[in-house]
């Protein structure tokens, strides 16, 4: 394998890692921080998006490729096929402009099992009205706020 052909594959790992972390910013929202994580979903977004750009500046830097940023007039013509689409959707029925519904939120949060790996018991209630118990380690819980400093 050639220096080139090494810095594809990062390439190409970087966009997995970017959409990868974009899917969990859909399943979990854009604020929600997985525990033993100190960043939000769309702070890790943005920092793979950071590696993305690294590894293809890097590749045009060697002149694998032309020049990864997009000039104004290439920003303009993707937002305007966006649009075009996204106008497609929402006659199909499958884009909807209705606000998103919040997110779960923590109802109670106790410390349940001392020393355990998981040791705090967070009820959550969900956006469906049901509820469940998500137990977490004191940092996570730390992270969310709930462990006092």
Not at 10 to 21: F, M, N, P, S, Y
């Amino acid at each position: 394998m050639t220096e080139n052909e090494h810095l594809l594959l990062c390439l190409a790992e970087e966009c997995d890692e970017v959409g990868q972390r974009v899917m969990k910013a859909l399943r979990f929202g854009l604020d929600e921080i997985q525990p033993g994580q100190p960043l939000s979903n769309a702070q890790r977004i943005s920092g793979e998006l950071h590696d993305l750009i690294s590894v293809a500046t890097i590749l045009s830097d060697n002149e694998v490729i032309p020049n990864p940023y997009p000039t104004g007039g290439v920003i303009s013509a993707k937002a305007a096929k966006i649009a075009h689409f996204m106008e497609i959707g929402r006659r199909e029925g499958v884009l909807t402009t209705v606000p998103e519904t919040a997110g779960p939120v923590v109802i109670e949060a106790a410390s349940s099992m001392p020393g355990d790996i998981f040791d705090w018991a967070l009820t959550v209630q969900w956006p469906d009205g049901s509820e469940s118990v998500e137990h977490c380690s004191t940092q996570a819980a730390a992270l969310l706020g709930y462990v006092p400093e």
